[in-house]
């Protein structure tokens, strides 16, 4: 059974001037660093796929407290339910349907994120998805003393082809 994923991946990367997003200890002086690259990397022997996330270094601009490392946030976006009513024959007929909220560059989802710290010679990490779920990244620098700002966010959906749907396998 051959399994294919889509190479679309719904890559809205919303750009904003919104930096400031909740974090524990925000502090203007540390910059936020910017998710700028996400590639695709697919196992198809072991039917999984992961996404490459790629950000700018962060420099503390204080050699006594430099950047130690990064903290990846993967948030997984829950779809919500909507009850449509549809006028049919005269009657209005409620339909449920499942759909992901509106997104908006401001908003932390209410789900903990999965944390991933990267060491700060590093400015990659590699985090495996599931194919038709929604995920919000963001990426944060910390000195041993201060956390910066998280980046703006970034939603990546991998959107199940034809035939992983005929096959079953998603
Ligand atoms: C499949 O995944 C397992 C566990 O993550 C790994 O050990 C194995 O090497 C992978 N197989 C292939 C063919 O990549
Ligand atoms: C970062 O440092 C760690 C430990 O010193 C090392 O294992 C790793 O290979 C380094 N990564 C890069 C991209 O240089």
């Not at 203007?28 to 998710?35: E, G, K, R, S």
Request: aromatic residues 8%; negative net charge; proline residues 8%.
């Amino acid at each position: 059974m051959e399994f294919i994923y889509l190479l679309s991946v719904c890559l809205c990367a919303l750009m904003s001037m919104c930096q400031s997003l909740a974090v524990d200890k925000p502090n203007a002086d540390l910059p936020a660093p910017n998710l700028w690259k996400f590639e695709s990397i697919d196992d198809p022997a072991n039917k999984s796929t992961a996404q490459r996330l790629t950000w700018t270094a962060v420099d503390s601009g204080d050699e006594q407290d430099p950047v130690i490392g990064y903290k990846v946030k993967v948030w997984e976006v829950n779809k919500v339910k909507t009850i449509v009513y549809k006028s049919q024959g005269g009657k209005f007929v409620a339909t449920e349907i499942e759909e992901y909220p509106r997104m908006s560059s401001n908003v932390i989802p209410e789900s903990s994120p999965t944390v991933l710290v990267v060491p700060s010679n590093e400015t990659t990490a590699v985090y495996p998805v599931k194919v038709d779920v929604m995920y919000q990244f963001a990426v944060l620098a910390f000195t041993k003393t201060r956390e910066g700002p998280l980046s703006s966010p970034t939603h990546i959906r991998l959107h199940p082809t034809e035939d992983d749907l005929k096959s079953g396998s998603v």
